[in-house]
């Protein structure tokens, strides 16, 4: 089992969310975060006086998939998320212990 | 779980206030009037007559007996007085008529200035919303409290004494003919005469202060007041602790205020220069530029800079940091309030709409308010490439507070040429106090207030052109420069005595505000620190002064609060 976090636009999360659904993708987690890669910030000016804008608002999406699963949860990520500019995200790829589900204290394959 | 780290001081001093304030409060409506003095009328049954008729040039409907009889013209005053006397015997039904006119244009014009009234106490609203949108989130409740609690204590204190101090000898130099003249106003407690220091009838508006002409103009002239005590907010927020605003509340509204609106206003000695040092029309400030504006202006930089500026503002090179408004929606919308407000502050101030120059007064106020808004916009535009929000507030709101004081007495040109100085002013006003005095000012209002209302009363001493005003504080009622009817005249229209009065009494205003102020409070602040500590400041004042966060479900102490309802 593999736990997928992929750091992408806010504006690209339906487009994100649709493909992940029709790769067979059930369930997501999304947070709202804010981050910077490469791309360095910008100032900006408040009333004459400067002010550094480093972080740029992004959304993290959190996905489980069986590993059979994980090169197409992948692909429909990058292929849907990508834009070509600088600041499209990033993907990381964590093995997962183990899930369990509340209601019915399932474990493992089940309760993904 | 926050600890509490800020508490109120509960010192002796403030019990013994408070039983005071009570003591008075039950005995001052005790205070009747004396029997040998004019009779408040509360019931407002006997203001408005004949007496008050007048036509649209101002000439009276009754003719009174000449006294002089050394006058030059006594003679044919004497002549029109017998003349109409014979007429009146004749006619008793028209004298008649001629007391129902007199009270229903007094009628009139109480609905006029109780109705512009509450339109410049909706403002309060307006600077509430300005403000708050303007600070940090953090401190989003502190500064409604601010706001809030402003309102309320400085009209208290107004009540108490401030407005006494400010009009208690209204009558004597002063009387509002728009209203019935306020006859029962006629003391000065320091001074008499044409040096009046501070006024002396109508404490807690009791006995000679219980009549229906005073409290119209009480209404009026309190709205006024809080204008001056909410500004102080804009530039002492995010470090203020409560006890020591409520202090300066009191302060503005019980003692600071009142003392320079009497002088301006009240019929005291700033406005009596005309008559007693030869002064052209004395010192002129029509709605307040300087009375209500500077006042409060030259009062915030005097906290502010006993405060010091917040904490992380200016770095250890001394350059400034941004701290960004929180919510640009309440700016806008605060503005477009006070914007709505002014509708009532300069207008209003004929105290009655029988004085048709409120329509003239009306469109000045807009064009000075869009003039400093484009003004302001435009010159921040050319200095640093994008065009800020609430720069363009501030010019619009300085193009307001400009345009205050000259108004009523000058042309809709030379209102845009006000609004685009203050515009000007403005804008440097700001960067003049982030980045050479060091003197915080979250909101701007020194700018505003301070500086654009000391531009408005100069402004009154250049583009005032003599068609409104005759007879201004006494001055010129026949006659002013040479020509009948002439009013209050600027430098570009040929009286410079009016532009230097107008600089020295605005200057002097500045001086005494700050100067007043600082004494004040330096004083209080070394007893007890008027700033809250560092913790608290870091930390938002919202929850340790209030114990409620503005914005509660950003927090987890809400999601605390609501699970454990849940679980009961």
């Known amino acids: ?112 | 779980m926050r600890n509490v780290t800020h508490t109120y001081p509960r010192p002796w001093f403030l019990k013994i206030a408070i039983s005071v304030l009570l003591v008075s409060a039950t005995i001052g409506p005790m205070i009747v009037a004396f029997a040998d003095e004019p009779q408040p009328d509360p019931a407002g049954i006997s203001t408005g007559d004949k007496g008050t008729t007048f036509d649209a040039a101002g000439n009276a409907f009754v003719v009174t007996e000449p006294t002089d009889k050394t006058a030059p013209d006594y003679a044919k005053n004497k002549k029109a007085f017998d003349e109409f006397q014979a007429q009146a015997a004749k006619e008793p039904l028209v004298i008649k008529l001629a007391d129902n006119v007199g009270h229903l244009r007094i009628a009139t014009n109480f609905t006029w200035t109780l109705l512009t009234g509450y339109l410049v106490l909706f403002m309060q609203a307006g600077f509430a919303l300005l403000t708050c949108g303007l600070v940090r989130k953090k401190n989003a409740g502190h500064l409604m409290m601010l706001n809030f609690a402003a309102y309320v204590f400085a009209f208290l204190a107004y009540w108490v004494c401030g407005f006494a101090f400010q009009y208690g000898g209204a009558a004597i130099n002063a009387a509002p003919t728009n209203l019935g003249g306020t006859p029962t106003l006629n003391h000065f407690l320091l001074g008499g005469g044409l040096w009046g220091f501070l006024g002396g009838r109508g404490f807690m508006l009791s006995g000679p202060g219980y009549d229906a002409g005073v409290l119209c103009l009480t209404l009026f002239e309190v709205v006024f007041m809080e204008t001056a005590a909410y500004i102080i907010v804009g530039a002492i927020c995010e470090r203020i602790s409560f006890w020591a605003f409520l202090l300066c509340e009191l302060f503005i509204g019980g003692l600071l205020y009142p003392s320079f609106g009497c002088w301006v206003w009240g019929g005291g000695w700033l406005s009596q220069l005309g008559q007693t040092m030869g002064l052209a029309h004395g010192y002129v400030d029509f709605a307040g530029s300087t009375v209500v504006h500077g006042v409060g202006g030259f009062c915030a930089m005097a906290l502010s800079v006993i405060l010091g500026p917040r904490l992380g503002k200016y770095g250890p090179d001394g350059k400034a940091r941004a701290f960004p408004a929180h919510n640009l929606v309440y700016v806008v919308t605060g503005t477009f309030i006070l914007l709505f407000g002014w509708m009532g502050f300069n207008p209003g101030s004929t105290l009655g709409s029988s004085d048709l120059r409120v329509s003239v007064i009306a469109v000045n106020t807009n064009l000075s308010a869009c003039a400093g808004a484009a003004s302001a916009m435009f010159l921040w535009y050319f200095i640093f490439g994008k065009p800020d929000i609430t720069m363009a507030c501030n010019g619009m709101l300085a193009g307001l507070v400009a345009i205050t004081a000259p108004c009523a007495f000058v042309t809709p040109s030379s209102a845009v040429m006000i609004g685009i100085l203050a515009g000007i002013v403005v804008d440097l006003g700001v960067l003049f106090n982030e980045r050479v005095i060091h003197v915080d000012d979250p909101c701007g209002a020194i700018s505003v207030h301070g500086y654009a209302g000391w531009l408005g009363a100069v402004c009154v001493g250049i583009f005032a052109d003599g068609a409104y005003g005759a007879g201004w504080n006494g001055v010129g009622v026949s006659s002013y420069l040479g020509k009948a009817g002439q009013g209050v005249t600027g430098l570009l229209y040929g009286d410079y005595t009016q532009f230097f009065t107008q600089v020295g009494g605005a200057t002097f205003m500045a001086i005494y505000v700050f100067g007043f102020t600082y004494l004040v409070f330096s004083l209080v602040n070394v007893f007890r620190p008027l700033r809250v500590p560092k913790e608290v400041e870091l930390e938002g004042l919202d929850v340790p002064e209030f114990g409620l966060p503005a914005y509660p479900e950003d927090e987890l102490v809400a999601a605390e609060a609501a699970g454990s309802l849940a679980r009961a």
């Open chain 1, 1 to 112: 089992m593999k736990r997928i976090d992929a750091v992408i636009r806010p504006s690209k999360l339906d487009e994100v969310k649709e493909s992940l659904s029709a790769a067979g993708v059930t369930g997501l987690t999304v947070f709202e975060v804010k981050g910077y890669g490469r791309q360095k910030g910008h100032t900006e000016l408040y009333r004459g006086t400067e002010y550094t804008v480093d972080f740029q608002p992004k959304v993290l999406i959190s996905v489980l998939v069986v590993d059979d699963l994980l090169e197409a949860a992948v692909k429909a990520i990058s292929d849907s998320a990508r834009t070509g500019r600088i600041g499209d995200g990033k993907i990381f790829i964590s093995s997962l212990e183990d899930v369990i589900r509340i209601r019915t204290s399932e474990r493992g394959r089940e309760a993904i």
